[in-house]
């Protein structure tokens, strides 16, 4: 961890009105939960709907998107990334400081609020809010591994990681049995399944597998984007 | 004393040769990487400072490789062409910056100095977004100074200033070159590079045309064949003098534009073309070269 390159990492990230914006999704989210929690829907379906369709189906890999790829796809893309790179730091330094950053705005942008929305719509009980807060915790992570990665890789991030996260992750990762085991929303829920209480949470990848899975895509993403800003190199045209 | 070395490097882009087993050695005091637009100076300056990999051949400091070396960059600084620089900090924060990245062990006081040095302390609390381009030079500049390098790479460091800042830019570039310091700078301005550095460095087309003191480029330049355009009160009166001298090869007679002359000896013609003139009661209207671009200057050299 460098805190010069967790400073001017979160600077850019926060940094003037990108904040309002990166700030608006988990306020709706919150918005949500308080208009349907006096709706008459069963609050366990409620909860479900919102928590896990909304908040872990769409708000994580949305945050995980613009976390993970904005705490370096826009150095990169801008060249300013260069001040960094002509330093004698660690690549694997670099990477693991913007990672950081980007999984600390992914649990106070979407873990947050998801344990918050939680409460709102489902007092404590079952542990449906704290086991959404881990789930989210945890996908959040994975997300920001795999979206660092991909900032680091393309110079289209953005739109490979929406494409990931609508696609994959929402599409097929919902409908498609075979494709949940490798969804990191599915990985996320199994924790989810793990917190609350017996029956409340539905997940169908078994725990361990989503443990292990969560662990290699996090660690192989962030160790292979350390290898990839090793050899970045700046464009060859005059 | 640092020595960057490049030995036989070639660097392609798919089909595209960006840099054709060039060799050159850059050692302390100020080089100038002269070459067109396009010529390879920036894939160089790139592969000497580890941003890009050679596709074949060595690049190294001091015999160590500099391609994924992440130490080499105690030894160098760099000053990219690009202007993008964390727009939000401010001068201040920048370097500063800068100097905590390279784990100096008083940072603060190491961007005081490099701010000094490049005379930006009057406008270091402004956010580097609202820099003219010369002052983002400057800067950039101090933030590759501010860990005292043995090596600064400058990427076309002239391009947007004005004639003030370029005079200030060359003072300061001179003042690390008499420190001993290894000093490559790119351009593609022959004056430019002159008016700095004693040893050139010429690339065109991605090879290798020209090397040594800037008094023999300048008249390896000099003393290509030239052709003129000139038109005068009697072009054939004209043409027949300048014919008879050794210095004119060639004399096309163009009815409509006046005289294409090829001359093989720049000095003796240009002496001798308003010596015949007066002579012969002839009226020069005009002299003008045909083929002064600095393209076909460096065709001429690498042709050479």
């Known amino acids: ?12 990230l926060f940094g003037r009105r990108r904040i309002l914006i990166l700030l608006a999704v988990p306020v709706m989210l919150l918005v949500i939960a308080v208009i349907a929690r006096n709706s008459a829907i069963d609050k366990l379906e409620l909860a479900h709907s919102i928590l896990g369709s909304l908040a872990l189906g769409t708000l994580v890999p949305i945050t995980g998107l613009i976390t993970g790829t904005g705490v370096i796809a826009t150095e990169i893309e801008d060249g300013s990334i260069v001040y960094l790179l002509s330093k004698p730091l660690p690549r694997w330094k670099i990477v693991t400081t913007k990672l950081a ?25 079952d542990g449906i809010a704290a086991g959404y807060a881990l789930g989210t915790l945890v996908a959040g992570t994975a997300y920001s591994a795999l979206f660092l990665l991909l900032g680091v890789v393309t110079r289209h991030a953005v739109i490979a990681g929406l494409a990931y996260a609508l696609i994959w992750e929402s599409l097929i990762g919902n409908y498609v049995e075979g494709a949940r085991t490798l969804s990191v929303q599915q990985w996320g829920l199994s924790l989810t399944k793990a917190i609350a209480a017996d029956g409340a949470v539905t997940a169908p990848v078994g725990l361990t597998t989503a443990v292990w899975l969560l662990i290699v895509a996090a660690v192989g993403a962030t160790a292979l984007a350390s290898v990839k800003l ?9 | ?9 070639s660097r392609w882009f798919g089909n595209v040769v960006a840099v054709n087993d060039v060799t050159m050695t850059i050692g302390p005091g100020i080089t100038g990487l002269l070459g067109p637009n396009g010529a390879g100076k920036s894939t160089l300056i790139h592969m000497m400072s580890g941003f890009l990999a050679p596709s074949s051949g060595a690049v190294t400091l001091d015999g160590a490789p500099i391609w994924r070396n992440q130490q080499v960059y105690r030894q160098i600084g760099l000053v990219p062409e690009k202007e993008s620089m964390y727009d939000y900090l401010t001068g201040w924060e920048f370097v500063l910056a800068n100097a905590e990245l390279h784990g100096l062990a008083d940072p603060g006081a190491a961007a005081e100095r490099a701010l000094a040095l490049v005379e930006m302390e009057y406008a270091q609390e402004r956010q580097t977004g609202t820099y003219s381009k010369g ?7 101090a933030s590759a100074l501010v860990h005292d390098p043995a090596v600064l790479l400058l990427d076309e460091p002239f391009n947007g200033m004005d004639p003030r800042q370029r005079l200030q830019l060359m003072d300061l570039l001179r003042r690390f070159g008499a420190d001993g310091r290894t000093v490559l700078f790119s351009s593609h301005i022959l004056e430019e590079v002159e008016q700095l550095a004693r040893h050139i460095e010429v690339v065109v087309a991605g090879r290798h045309a020209a090397s040594g003191d800037f008094r023999e480029i300048r008249r390896l330049m000099t003393d290509r064949p030239h052709r003129y355009l000139v038109h005068s009160s009697d072009d054939r009166q004209l043409a027949a003098a300048l014919i008879a001298d050794g210095s004119t090869a060639g004399v096309e007679f163009d009815a409509g534009e006046g005289l294409r002359i090829q001359a093989v000896d720049f000095q ?12 012969a009661g002839i009226r020069l209207y005009t002299v003008s070269p045909a083929d002064e671009s600095l393209e076909s200057v460096f065709s001429y050299l690498v042709s050479s």
């Open chain 2, 135 to 141: 002052m983002k030079q400057r800067v950039k500049m």
């Open chain 2, 1 to 9: 004393m640092a020595v960057i070395t490049i030995d036989k490097v």
């Open chain 2, 268 to 279: 003796g013609f240009t002496t001798l073309l308003p010596k015949v003139a007066r002579e």
């Open chain 1, 1 to 12: 961890m460098n805190t010069t390159v967790a400073r001017l990492t979160a600077r850019g």
């Open chain 1, 101 to 125: 950053v980007a999984v600390g705005a992914s649990w106070l942008l979407a873990a947050l609020p998801t344990y918050l929305a939680g409460l709102i719509l489902y007092g404590t009980a």
């Open chain 1, 230 to 238: 090793s050899g970045l190199t700046l464009n060859g045209e005059e």
